[in-house]
Nanobody, 117 residues
Framework: QVQLVESGGGLVQPGGSLRLSCQAS????????MGWQRRAAAAPEKRELV?????????RYLDAVKGRFTISRDDSKNTLDLQMDGLFVRDTGVYYC?????????WGQGTQVTVSS
């Protein structure tokens, strides 16, 4: 099991930047897959993987965020970050830190990101 706590959401203008952080309650070096999912405001019924990073360094991004978002993890601090640049209104939504352990997914409570002028 793991508890995940997100921080860093907020209100930003289009084109702006935000950095999300996730603090895990356990050593993340043993967690192969961690990532960020979101429920976009335009499609709240769907939770989509925005970015993922494995413990051996493989990264994956949603096509819509490639070149704008950067995921990083620091297993020495048990943290997972998401740097979001060039934000669009369509990036608005609730962002969740997630981890997969023994085939089971865990999520934090989520942090709201609102992109609006």
């Amino acid at each position: 099991q793991v508890q995940l706590v997100e921080s860093g959401g907020g209100l930003v203008q289009p084109g702006g930047s935000l950095r999300l952080s996730c603090q895990a309650s356990r050593n993340t070096s043993s967690i192969y897959m961690m990532g960020w999912q979101r429920r976009a405001a335009a499609a709240p019924e769907k939770r989509e993987l925005v970015a993922g990073k494995t413990s051996d360094g493989f990264t994956r991004y949603l096509d819509a965020v490639k070149g704008r978002f950067t995921i990083s993890r620091d297993d020495s601090k048990n943290t997972l970050d998401l740097q979001m640049d060039g934000l669009f209104v369509r990036d608005t939504g609730v962002y969740y830190c997630m981890a997969i352990i023994d085939g089971r997914s865990y999520w934090g409570q989520g942090t709201q990101v609102t992109v609006s002028s």
